[in-house]
């Protein structure tokens, strides 16, 4: 079956620095996003993305947060000043044909496990 | 509000027995319910995706139902194996839109020789 790939598994940074998630969707799926599971907690949405723009995003996803689809294939995931608060496992997710409420399956990547110190 | 909850928050299992894992949600309107099964470290995994018209739906081993009038839903295991052992969220979509799909915290199975 087809895989969302995510790196780097594990990212450890100081508190204030900024962080990169990179993900790299299957490769003929359109709609991109971006998800979080702090330790314990439910997953949670970030953001949502489709043709070079943002189609959706949730109150966590806020001035700090951008993403990015910087070539065909990659889409990555920047936090610019990172807070304790972010430590969390990221996952990036694609689906074919969008509006993940629908019967379309989303696919997840294993997740980046941010730890900010 | 809409929410999803689960039950029991963990099990344990011995191999070979079969488990069912409670989900029950107050998300309106309802749109579809699925069934992830999440390995320790990895991402969520879909197992089965049922629409208010679906009750049952299987996936080999994994056999999940729906009741949209009490909305709720369980996920049954049949003859559980080691590598069973994961978290098993339900996942309930609202209106369309990436922003509802409204996660449960998941059940934690655990099954033992």
């Known amino acids: 079956e087809p895989e969302v790939t995510q790196t780097p598994s594990h990212q450890v940074t100081q508190m204030g620095q900024e962080v990169i998630l990179r993900c790299v969707p299957i490769?003929?799926?359109?709609?991109f996003y971006w998800y979080r599971q702090i330790l314990g907690q439910k997953v949670e949405f970030l953001v949502s993305?489709?043709?070079?723009?943002?189609?959706?995003k949730s109150e966590i996803f806020d001035d700090q947060f951008s993403v990015e689809r910087p070539d065909g294939s990659n889409f990555t995931l920047k936090i610019r000043s990172t807070k304790l608060e972010d430590s969390a496992m990221y996952f990036c997710?694609?689906?074919?044909?969008?509006?993940?409420?629908?019967?379309?399956?989303?696919?997840f990547g294993s997740g980046t496990q941010l730890s900010v110190l | 509000k809409n929410q999803v909850e689960q039950s029991p928050q963990s099990l344990i299992i011995l191999e070979g027995k079969n488990c069912t894992l409670q989900?029950?949600?107050?998300?309106?309107?309802?749109?579809?319910l699925r069934w992830y099964k999440q390995d320790t470290g990895r991402g969520p995994v879909s197992l089965t995706i049922?629409?208010?018209?679906?009750n049952t739906k299987s996936n080999g081993r994994y056999t999940a139902t729906l009741d949209a009038d009490t909305k709720q839903s369980s996920l049954h295991i049949t003859a559980s194996q080691l590598s069973d052992s994961a978290s098993y969220i339900c996942?309930?979509?609202?209106?369309?839109?990436?922003?509802?799909?409204?996660f449960g915290t998941g059940t934690r199975l655990t099954v033992i020789p």
């Open positions: 997710a694609s689906d074919l044909q969008g509006r993940a409420a629908t019967n379309e399956k989303l696919f």
């Open positions: 490769s003929n799926h359109l709609y």
């Open positions: 993305f489709y043709n070079n723009e943002i189609s959706e």
């Open positions: 989900c029950n949600y107050t998300v309106s309107p309802f749109s579809n």
């Open positions: 049922m629409t208010f018209s679906e």
């Open positions: 996942v309930v979509s609202g209106e369309p839109g990436a922003n509802n799909l409204f």
